[in-house]
């Protein structure tokens, strides 16, 4: 990094040098997609008068938020509970040892909108730790105790109540946005966890506001500029309640998890556009976010191309349309994706978000054409749009392998692959996964947070990849045991118990119950506010890693039995269960561990192969049900090899696998229901599990 502030790497070293020299910590919190930080970076931190201030009276360390999850999550709790916000980037101000006594997130350079300039602030907050030192003292390590207490959740325990569930997802119906999908206004996020939760609650009880939200929401994201209408794949968020202009960057988690949103919301509804996206998001992830050679996922697409930059490699003027396409292929993509003279960038009011404004029938029957032309029109524009898009400058693309990330987007790939009849994409997942046993799992040492960071550092000060965070341990539990019901490969299943039983070792709370973000490992010699414990419940957005962990427990119980998960799983819940209805939208992962608790799993596994085991196998997959756990074995004689044993000797021991014969086998919460031999005698079993097991 090339910039005249002195910055150091977050950890003792630095620490150890600020308590040296009896100074003050600056610590910049940023991330390589975040536009503000890259501002922030060009006017502050690479001015050489606020650099000189800077290193006359600061130690700066700088931290990426993805590469060091644990030391932002803190912080930002920090800023926020005396700011009332945070974001990136996150701008902290620390005692030696670590303590916050001032944060903010973006300082302007000079003066403006009644805001100090960055300048004015470091001379006051270093004129303040000189001549206030002890009140500063005093006011950070309260703040910090305030911090420990609040993250470690104290007096938040209760009694687990399968009621939860319907509380969760009653609150939710009543945030839905009618008019837009949703929840709330904006700016708009997207909440795929409990979205799943309101697709299993439709499936089950066939709720028609818990149908409508699902198929309201998707489809509004999917039409909006939200979702990128060349390329595939979403943006962050949107900036209104419509999902039209977005913050662009693209993420890899929320892509993940949208994704299964998409095949879910296809199998529950049979809606053809939500397999469309399903498969755009693939081609995306497919496109931009692997690496085909080796296997695996990068982190993320920035928004911009440089500071100037606000969405221009996304959007289009009226006249970049016209000089791409014919006069044919321009009226109908400029009805379908409103290309008009006005477009709606705020500061650059000629630029147009590509967002579905007229469908290809509606603009066939205005324009006199067949819709059949109207749609070969449509597609040879988009074709050109994105070929010439490709040829402008493109968005930096940080190809870091998160552990955690990675193992969202193999769960994510797996599953909507399998459903979809994606097999190369099924795959390619498969061998990501053996890239992140292989690279990131260190039997001496457990999980690292990085598979792999990108080939040239960009952006990277630290060369030690950090270990593991919880979510990086529950993420991959679940990506095994994804893998192993998409392959019916045994060791994926043997990989989860052994990566769940390091999770429980490190992480769990023997005191309390539930898990903590870190390990006892790392937090023996924390530095800063990571010696503060936490245990997360809160979707932000990814999934929360408490419930996380919870959920990928009751995975492995439904496929061992062993009922010590199942308690720690059921212990972990009740440590959050005293104040969790007070999260509504960003408790869908706890309402996703809670309804596997409180719901008996049903377990399809079908046995023999040919045509009509092809048949019972598709059957298995149809439909959507969150506790539904579909396995296939090619020939009876294989079931111990294939099965985990317990499993194994339910299965094995039935008359009906023993006969040889292709078979559908149901089992719901360990009790095996009688054989089904066709599509329609397992279509009637399954309806009956999901729809009426207690």
Known sequence: MNQPTAWHEWGAEAFALAQAQDKPILLDVGAVWCHWCHVMDRESYESAETAAILNQHFICIKVDRDERPDVDARYQAAVASITGQGGWPLTVFLTPDGKMFFGGTYFPPVDSYGRAS???????????????????????EELMHQLARSESMPGQRGEFSAAIVAKMVQSALANFDRENGGFGDAPKFSYPPMMDLLLDWYTRTGEKLAGRVIVTTLEKMALGGVYDQLAGGFHRYSVDERWCVPHYEKMAYDNSELLK??????????????????RDILRWLREWLSDRERGGYYGSQDADIDLHDDGGYFTWTLEEARAVLTAEELAVAAAHYDIGEQGEMPHEPEKNVLWVRETVEEIAAKQGRTVEATAQLLEAAKKKLYAA??????????RTLYTGWNALCISAVLQASRVLG????????????????????????GLRHVIAYAADGTDHLARQRPAGVLEDYAYTTLACLDAYEASGDLRYYDHASEIAARMIAGFHDDNDGGFFDLDN????????????????FRDSPAPAGDPAAALALLRLYALNGDTELRNLARETLEVFAGMIDQYGIFGGTYGLAATWLSRPHTQVVVVGQGPQAEVLYAEALAGFALTKIVLRVKDASEVNRALPPALAETIGALPAVQDGRTVALLCSGFSCQPPAYTAEELRSAMKEAVTHGN
């Open 118 to 140: 960055f300048g004015r602030v470091l001379l006051a907050i270093a004129e303040a730790f000189r001549e206030r030192r002890t009140e500063l003292e005093i006011e950070s």
């Open 389 to 398: 898009r490709l040829q402008r400058p493109t968005p930096f693309v940080d």
């Open 521 to 536: 490992a790392s937090t023996r010699d924390a530095v800063g506010a990571l010696t503060s414990r936490r245990k997360p």
């Open 422 to 445: 994606e097999d190369a994409e099924l795959q390619f997942a498969l061998r990501s996964l053996d890239r992140l046993l292989a690279e990131a799992y260190l039997p001496e040492a």
């Open 261 to 278: 949103n998409y095949a879910h919301a296809w199998l529950a509804t049979g809606n053809p556009l939500f397999a469309d996206v399903a």
